[in-house]
């Protein structure tokens, strides 16, 4: 299990559009460095230790996993993907975006790269009265004082002015949903992207498990015959996996990703059997279907069937060489259907048709972000 930090940054500008500079800037810590928690308003501040344009200043509560050294060094990147330049003088100056980190848990770490606590921290009311907006009681790990008792013995006379526009806080993930599921057709990465998102959200990943279904291969040699016990299987395993994992999470893991929705079942039922079988099947199905949780997002993800049947290949799972073309289709057709007919559903499509989020990290983090801001 990663360890989780929660961390406090110091956010300031006072060039160009100063709302715009924030907005994105917390924007981009939200995408590459973690869950922001908590927006400070916005104060407007003289600049501090030379003559410049008054800045705005804000301060931000975050939770993130990156080791202090690797977050110090995305904060840089963000800086520059920002437009920041900086001078080899050691002297303030004017700048489009600055970001500082301030505190990091109860942390004490004095290194040539990074000094946290900041080291100028409080001396500095543009930093002080926005932090003491979302942290007063946060403890000082040094001075081994709160925050708002920081501030109150802060000697800096600056003027400090509210900014009446707001900011807008993005929210992660794990606040907007509980349970995902990832659907799409036999290959099109499910399971994958399921992983890729779970290390992404430190969510508990819920993997369907075919390769411990004895009916499977049979299947794929003689589908007439094994059809019905292949489905009622996969049924009553995908409602059990379900049910138990739905219903343990804990408070590190609020959040479940599933490679798979159990209507799953009925859509592949649908193509495999007979019609007085899938009657039967059908009359199983809506009882199980009534007991189990919906999720909060369904993500389906939509590939060619040319890719799908390479893919396929690539996984060299024998039972699967034989998939045909059509069988393939007729899955499509059948989410299509679904999709369509299930309006309760919150439903996103992505098509993965151009996209190789296994081996393109620029690819993986255009579907992660698509997520995120879904």
Not at 274 to 289: D, G, H, I, T
Not at 337 to 351: A, V, W, Y
């Amino acid at each position: 299990m990663k360890t989780k930090r929660i961390t406090y940054l110091s956010l300031g500008t006072n060039q160009g559009n100063k709302l715009e500079n924030l907005q994105n800037a917390i924007n981009l810590i939200a995408d590459e460095i973690g869950n922001i928690q908590k927006v400070s308003s916005v104060y407007k501040t003289p600049s501090w230790g030379f003559d410049g344009n008054d800045f705005y200043n804000i301060c931000v509560k975050i939770s993130t996993f990156l080791l202090p050294e690797i977050l110090l060094s995305s904060l840089l990147k963000i800086e520059n993907k920002l437009g920041r330049t900086r001078s080899d003088k050691e002297v303030y100056q004017n700048r489009n975006i600055d970001i500082d980190i301030l505190l990091i848990n109860d942390k004490i770490i004095f290194s040539k790269a990074l000094i946290v606590p900041h080291s100028k921290m409080l001396e500095r009311k543009f930093v002080l009265i926005p932090l003491a907006e979302i942290a007063s009681e946060v403890t000082h790990p040094i001075q081994k004082k709160t925050i708002a008792n920081c501030l109150q013995n802060c000697n800096d006379s600056s003027e400090i002015a509210l900014v009446e526009k707001k900011l807008k806080r993005p929210i992660p993930i794990s606040e907007k949903y509980n349970y995902i599921a990832i659907e799409g057709n036999i290959g099109a990465g499910k399971t994958t992207l399921a992983e890729i998102l779970s290390k992404e959200f430190n969510a508990k990943t819920v993997l369907e498990r075919f390769s411990d279904n004895a009916f499977l291969p049979k299947f794929y040699n003689d589908k007439k015959r094994y059809a019905f016990p292949l489905e009622m299987s996969f049924l009553a395993d995908r409602y059990q996996q379900l049910t138990d994992n739905l219903a343990q999470i804990s408070p590190s893991e609020n959040l479940v990703i599933s490679d798979y929705y159990i209507f799953k079942s009925l859509i592949f039922a649908q193509i495999t059997l007979q019609k007085e079988e899938y009657l039967l099947y059908k009359k199983m199905f809506n009882l199980v279907y009534k007991q189990t949780t919906k999720p909060d997002l369904y993500i389906y993800l939509s590939q060619n069937t040319e890719r799908l049947l390479e893919n396929i290949k690539k996984r060299g799972r024998s039972y699967e060489q034989n998939i045909e073309n059509c069988y393939l289709k007729n899955i499509e057709n059948g989410y299509n259907n679904f999709i369509n007919r299930e309006k309760i559903l919150n439903l996103q499509t992505i098509d993965i048709s151009n996209l190789d989020f296994v081996n393109n990290p620029q690819d993986c983090k255009t579907i992660i972000n698509k997520i995120k801001n879904f």
